[in-house]
């Protein structure tokens, strides 16, 4: 039996020198593509470490900002700032203390009061009122 | 026969080299083929641990009160170290870092493989070492918490609620012990395979675990009130010339903690080089005797058990004779007849005795229990200490006695509050409580019912007592602006016992809370051991009324401000 290489090269006459420089050859391929890929690795570790490391510092630089936003707000610093710039505590607003009143709601309401509008103007008034009709003088409340 | 001797012998020979190759593969292979395999794995197995982010502590305001910052910790490795650059190295470290640099050359010249030279500095440090590019210097990142400035240079904001967080990740004291489990998350994991030149096998098995961040906290806390409280706390105790003090002010309705305040403090972001006395909490781990806050809690009782009303008259001849002893009123004057009210507003222990005894024991006790004086309030914050008090029979009459004006009863300031709350919150006692939320989920002590310990008439009438007490007692000097008519409040001065015996030093308090008939704000001030100026000739300058209703009120009126409180 012959392997299909060797039915290849004895088509193409090939010597047995042929054969090893094919392999060889082959070989080289193989290893340069090994070696190839190996670098390509290696860089490709070298990105990633590096970004990892840009990623660190850029997180931490965050943090940083992070932690001066929050103590700008903070009440100690709002105070000191405040002071830097001249500002200053305004006194406490004096209310005027409230007198307790004495309103005795048990008490009777006592007597209506009287109705003081001249007798002619009542008439004058139920006649407008009958020929214009009447009308309310509230507006209507929601 | 020869032949088969020797072949016989060439077996035996050639059985015993076979059996010590197999016995030396057995011991290989079997014996110690767990730590093998453990050393291999170690070689070309590597796990790298992704640590998780510790959740941060908000406000009530979402104001960030923890910070998780990046801080930064140089290392060498000796032996990379060439003698020729060693001084250059050392003099780069020192003026960077202001370490010494004789013990830098020290540590370069000792050849080792590992040294740490300063840890946990800032990133600005960093960046300068980094620009330096000294050899055999490495740099370490690690996560720290930052804490929001207090109000002096040694202190930060609200140091012994929150507590610290030790190097290794563990919460100490506090709330960051307290909520430890739920702030500090799961680590997750990368699992990967190496080749001999420590390069990751893409192809090979990798497992990949995200790490689970810890949950946020949301506080009840208010960030301006909490730095307004330490800020006249501050100036109250050094003002009385005191030991220490606390401040804790609790929403009335829902029991959350508005302020929480020590004084003296300490600076969580440098825990390290603290005295470790700063960092007990006084609010929930000190006990202390509460003196006469404790007459609103011992005449509320006897009000709800319809013993008497504040208009009843007992006559007060300065002093009671009971169990044996003669306890006597803070004045030693006879009051003749008096009410109630003028019992609250001038603080006489004959009147709350005399309370106490027309309620009887059996009732005094069940409210001290219902007021929350016999148990642990359960705050949630870690270290909170109570004494129980002894069964309700196996009390003297004395020890009632004394109870009812709050000496001999050790309580702690989160127990006093919550029970004098309970008249601000319409008879009802809310659990105290600081954190509202734990990521999104709500504290289940906010969710629990209210119990009612008295009714709601039996608090009114307390209120109006307690009002009665600022308007026309011993709590004129917590007065706030436009609030004279609508504040309640009562004074509390119980001396210290040492080794059995009262001393002079007291423990002043004051308790009240503003408007008067809905409150905003239910709030405690305990002054320990003040030495007011002139106390050496008068002892009763020390009491609650100078020493502590001012600093309530300086903190209340700031409250008014912050929150826009109106009267009634």
């Not at chain 1, 039996?1 to 010597?15: F, I, K, N, Y």
């Not at chain 2, 007459?295 to 300065?318: E, F, H, Y």
């Amino acid at each position: 039996m012959q392997v299909a290489g060797s039915v290849a090269a004895d088509r193409l006459h090939l010597s047995s020198f042929a054969h090893a420089y094919l392999g060889l050859g082959a070989a080289l391929v193989a290893v340069l593509f090994y070696l190839a890929l190996a670098a390509q690795v290696t860089q490709s570790s070298y990105d990633i470490t590096r970004l990892q490391d840009q990623q660190r510092q850029l997180i931490a630089e965050q943090d940083q900002l992070r932690y001066q936003e929050v103590t700008l707000h903070a009440p100690a610093q709002v105070q000191h700032s405040a002071a830097q710039s001249g500002m200053q505590r305004t006194a406490p607003v004096a209310y005027v203390p409230a007198q307790p009143v004495a309103i005795d709601l048990g008490a009777p309401a006592g007597a209506s009061g009287t109705d003081a509008t001249p007798l002619w103007a009542r008439y004058l008034a139920a006649l407008f009122n009958k020929v214009g009709g009447t009308r309310d003088v509230m507006a209507a409340g929601k | 026969m020869g032949a088969r001797l020797r072949i016989l012998a060439l077996l035996v020979v050639a059985a015993l080299l076979a059996g010590t190759v197999w016995a030396r593969l057995a011991y290989w292979q079997v014996m110690r083929h767990v730590q093998l395999s453990a050393s291999a794995q170690a070689q070309y197995h590597e796990l790298v641990q992704l640590p998780a982010l510790r959740g941060v502590i908000f406000d009530r305001n979402m104001t960030q009160l923890v910070v998780n910052t990046t801080v930064y910790s140089a290392f060498v490795s000796p032996d990379q170290v060439a003698p020729g650059v060693r001084d250059t190295v050392a003099s780069g470290l020192s003026s960077v870092l202001g370490v010494d640099k004789a013990g830098v050359m020290k540590t370069l010249e000792s050849g080792a493989k590992f040294a740490y030279v300063l840890r946990r500095f800032s990133k600005a440090k960093a960046d300068q070492l980094r620009a330096l590019k000294l050899p055999g210097v490495g740099l370490e990142d690690e996560s720290q918490r930052s804490y929001l400035p207090g109000i002096a240079a040694g202190s930060s904001l609200a140091a012994n609620l929150l507590g610290f967080v030790t190097y290794d990740g563990q919460g100490q004291r506090g709330l960051e012990q307290y909520y430890q489990a739920q702030l500090a998350g799961t680590p997750g994991y990368i699992s990967s395979y190496r080749d001999l030149a420590n390069r990751e096998i893409v192809l090979g098995s990798h497992t990949h675990q995200d790490p689970v961040n810890g949950s946020d906290l949301v506080l009840s806390l208010d960030a301006n009130v909490q730095y307004q409280a330490e800020q006249a706390l501050s100036y109250g105790v050094r003002n009385a010339n005191a030991e220490s003090g606390s401040v804790l002010i609790m929403d009335p309705t829902t029991g959350g903690i508005v302020a929480w305040a020590d004084y003296p403090s300490y600076d969580a972001n440098n825990f390290n080089h603290t005295d470790p006395s700063l960092f007990q909490d006084n609010v929930s781990s000190y006990l202390y005797e509460p003196g006469s806050v404790m007459k609103v809690v011992t005449l509320s009782g006897a009000i709800n058990q319809g013993a008497i009303t504040p208009s009843t008259v007992i006559n007060d001849p300065g002093y009671l004779n009971v169990g044996g002893y003669r306890i006597a009123d803070w004045d030693h004057r006879n009051h003749g007849n008096i009410d109630y009210t003028y019992v609250l507003d001038h603080s006489l222990n004959v009147g709350a005795m005399k309370a106490m005894q027309a309620e009887g024991h059996a009732a005094c006790y069940s409210y001290l229990k219902g007021f929350g004086l016999t148990q642990p309030s359960g705050v949630d914050v870690a270290g909170e200490t109570s004494v129980p008090l002894p069964a309700q029979d196996q009390m003297s009459d004395a020890q009632y006695a004394t109870t009812a004006f709050g000496q001999g009863i050790g309580v702690n300031m989160v127990q006093m509050l919550a029970a004098v709350n309970v008249i601000a919150n319409g008879g009802r006692y809310a659990p105290p409580h600081v954190v509202e939320r734990v990521g999104s989920t709500i504290n289940p002590l906010l969710l629990k019912p209210q119990r009612q310990v008295i009714t709601a008439a039996t608090a009114q009438q307390m209120t109006a007592m307690m009002e009665d007490v600022v308007q026309h007692g011993s709590g004129w000097t917590s007065r706030v602006k436009g609030f004279e008519l609508d504040q309640a409040g009562k004074t509390g001065t119980a001396q210290i016992p040492v080794n059995g015996q009262y001393t002079l030093d007291v423990w002043a308090s004051y308790v009240g809370f503003l408007p008067a008939i809905h409150p905003k704000f239910t709030m405690i001030v305990v002054v320990r051991k003040p030495h007011y100026a002139g106390s050496q000739y008068d002892w009763t300058l020390n009491d609650g009324y100078l020493t502590a209703a001012p600093i309530w009120k300086n903190i209340a009126q700031a409250m008014v401000v912050d929150w826009r409180i109106t009267p009634d």
